[in-house]
């Protein structure tokens, strides 16, 4: 229990029947400071009545009001849209219910059967949402605690990655119609993601230095994508419609998503590619340079990636990164004992390259027999103890 300030206003904050309990006073600590003492005299005098969690706010009229003061004025439109989705669904399960009433149990049962339709993730996503709308509850004054804290998310599985192979690349371009055509193959070329290739503008594009600039990111950081040859002859392809500031648009010069969905689904379709999304594109450019051996920080900056934790799912697909890793070091730490080992080697020819007959040379007892002792000594150094050298036996 205490009180505590948050931007200009005082706060109050107690339990109740083991339930937190927050509440705005205002900007006078004081008043704050006597609005906690009464409320805890009425507990204990058992003569407080939860005004708050009384207020019959329903979740249907809350939420537009989030999307209206939270989603339109701090995300981007894509993301907007998401939210209406996602809101869509869960006001169909919680329509009727009061934002007080909605309980974590009520939230489990919803999670259990939405598991039964949509992937966890998806799920996942909608929860998410409604616990960011009880966060937003909670601060503009509708609603004492968040019921979502108590509900686990389903545990996800990120790591999927599904590419096209060669044969398949060319086949989804073939089926492809113009207009879409250019899309995939900047995609295929770039790795961007479908939202910045979406967004993106004439005015992004320096064809001179071969760069996309993006400026509205996943990461909300610009970055610099580079342009190959092909992405460069796919925006050749493109034609500029006057008004339009977008390189991908309808007729009307607007960004028409809907119809770009369809258009790729029916070249999927034709082309017999299954269990592949837009997205997947993105995976095709990484899976392909990971295959080409290009070191994972060089990928990871073509991606855009803000961790090398997202690229490393792409390694696998790279087998000898790490065995050209070690025959690196090995090359560089060789020099350590490279001089010793061609020594040995050398002497090792040195002794095949001898003649037989000094193959033959015995040393017995400090003794060299049947041995020449004038050649002897041009060849063979003598060293060590002193030897005796007896002429040779007479024919």
Partial sequence: MGIYKKGNDWYIDYYYMGRRKRE????????????????????????????RSK?????????????????????????????????????THFAGKYLFSIVPEAIEKYKAERSKQVSPATVNRELACLKSIYNKAIEWGKADENPVRKVKFFRE?????????????????DYCPEDLKSLVIIALN??????????????DIDLDKGIFYLLDTKNNEPRE?????????????????????????????????YN????????????GIINFRFHDLRHTFASHLAMLG?????????????????????AHLS????????????????TNWTPEQKSVESNKTADLQKPLWISKLRIDGGVAERSNAAVLKTVVPLRGPWVRILPPPPE
Avoid: C
């Avoid at 609005?35 to 058992?46: D, G, M, P, T, W």
């Fill in 190 to 203: 770039t790795g961007m993601r479908k939202g910045e290739i979406l967004n993106l503008k004439w005015s």
């Fill in 294 to 314: 290009i070191d994972l920080k060089t990928m990871q900056e073509l991606m855009g990636h803000k961790t090398i934790e997202m690229t490393l799912r792409y």
């Fill in 260 to 271: 770009m969905r369809k258009k790729f689904e029916t070249a999927l379709k034709k082309s």
């Fill in 157 to 173: 599985n990120n790591q999927r990655i599904r590419y096209l192979e060669k044969d398949e690349i060319r086949k989804l371009v």
């Fill in 319 to 334: 087998p000898d990164h790490k065995r050209r890793a070690v025959e690196s070091l090995g090359q560089r730490m060789d």
């Fill in 55 to 91: 207020q019959k706010i329903k979740f249907e009229d809350f939420v537009p009001t989030y999307l209206e003061l939270h989603s339109r004025l701090n995300k981007k439109p894509l993301v907007v849209r998401r939210d209406e989705g996602l809101i869509k669904n869960l006001s």
């Fill in 24 to 51: 705005k006073i205002g900007p006078n600590k004081t008043l704050a400071t006597r609005a906690l003492y009464k409320r805890k005299s009425q507990i204990v005098e058992n003569k407080f009545f939860d005004v």
């Fill in 225 to 257: 994508v580079q342009m190959n040859q092909q992405a460069r002859e796919a925006l050749d392809g493109i034609a500029k419609i006057p008004g339009s500031p977008y390189v991908f648009r309808d007729e009307q010069g607007n960004l028409s998503i």
